[in-house]
């Protein structure tokens, strides 16, 4: 891999978009990469994701400008494809994928950070949609998980202005869940994954999933969603011994979960 670095600590994995010299903007090959990374995840170890980008300046600058410059309607249509199919992969991804935000976020940069669970932020953090200052719409899912996650309203403003917000104005619309000074954004992240990845890891997954699922629908079939993934979870090792653990009131095992490959 040249532009993506990965690294499993414990359960904890973390993937880096390693093209500094273009601010770690996303062209077809880092796109591939990434799409590849996410396959090779060792689900059977793996609980919980952090996407960053390297260096202290930008987390992903967006779709790489020159590679677009000169597609056709066909080929940016083609384009479009290629990086929402990944981000979706990541949104869809098993386990829980938090953003840890360490520069701009600008376009696909902004795209990629709402594909995640969660996304935290460093305090020089940018995040805004510019494509209409381009000349295009956004191309990877800005138009849908903006609208979703900030509201349509202000989603609107921030991609009919193109005008970029800062950390904090990004917390104050819920685009962020935290802003961190730079150096302690990742020891962050890192914590937050920790704290998932103690809990139940089938319970986190099948939480992601009927959150994502139920977003998706009307609340009656949403609840349905909800009910199945509820019910799987007492065909689980962990469902057994969390509630026996809390009937024993034996809170250091509590936290104990079973390997996921036994669950
Ligand atoms: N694509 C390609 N290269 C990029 C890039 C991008 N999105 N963003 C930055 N770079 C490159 C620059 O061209 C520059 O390369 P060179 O050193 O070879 O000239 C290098 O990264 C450093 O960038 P700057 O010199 O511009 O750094 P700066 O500190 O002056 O400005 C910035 C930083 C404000 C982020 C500025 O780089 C910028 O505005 N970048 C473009 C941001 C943008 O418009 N993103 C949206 C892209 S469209 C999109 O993403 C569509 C979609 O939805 C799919």
């Known amino acids: 891999m040249e532009f993506i670095l990965y690294e499993v600590k414990d359960t904890i994995a973390t ?95 902004c795209e990629i950070s709402m594909s995640c669970d969660i996304r935290i932020c460093s305090d020089n953090a940018v995040f805004g949609q510019p494509e209409a200052g381009l000349g295009i719409t956004p191309g990877f899912g800005g138009t849908q998980r903006l609208a979703r996650t900030v509201g349509v309203g202000m989603a609107k403003q921030m991609i009919y202005t193109a005008r970029n917000i800062k950390a904090d104005e990004a917390y104050r619309i819920g685009l962020v869940n935290a802003v961190y000074p730079q150096e302690e954004l990742l020891p962050a992240a890192e914590k937050l994954a920790s704290t998932i990845a103690k809990n139940a890891p089938i319970a986190v997954r099948n939480c992601k999933k009927a959150i994502n699922d139920g977003l998706q629908t009307d609340m009656d079939k949403a609840i349905v969603i909800e009910e199945k993934l509820f019910g799987d979870c007492f065909e689980t090792e962990d469902q057994k011994a969390g509630m026996a653990n809390f009937l024993e009131k034996d809170k250091e095992k509590k936290l104990k979960v079973v390997p996921f490959k036994n669950c």
């Open 15 to 109: 993937i880096t978009i390693n093209r500094p010299k273009a601010l770690n903007a996303l062209n077809s090959q880092v796109l591939d990469e990434l799409d590849k990374t996410l396959d090779a995840v060792d689900l059977n170890t793996v609980r919980c994701l952090i996407l960053t980008g390297a260096g202290e300046k930008s987390f992903v600058a967006g779709a790489d400008i020159g590679e677009m410059s000169t597609l056709t309607k066909a080929e940016g249509e083609a384009f479009g494809k290629k990086g929402n199919d990944v981000f979706r992969k990541l949104e869809t991804f098993p386990i829980p994928v938090i953003a840890a935000v360490n520069g701009f976020a600008l376009g696909g940069g």
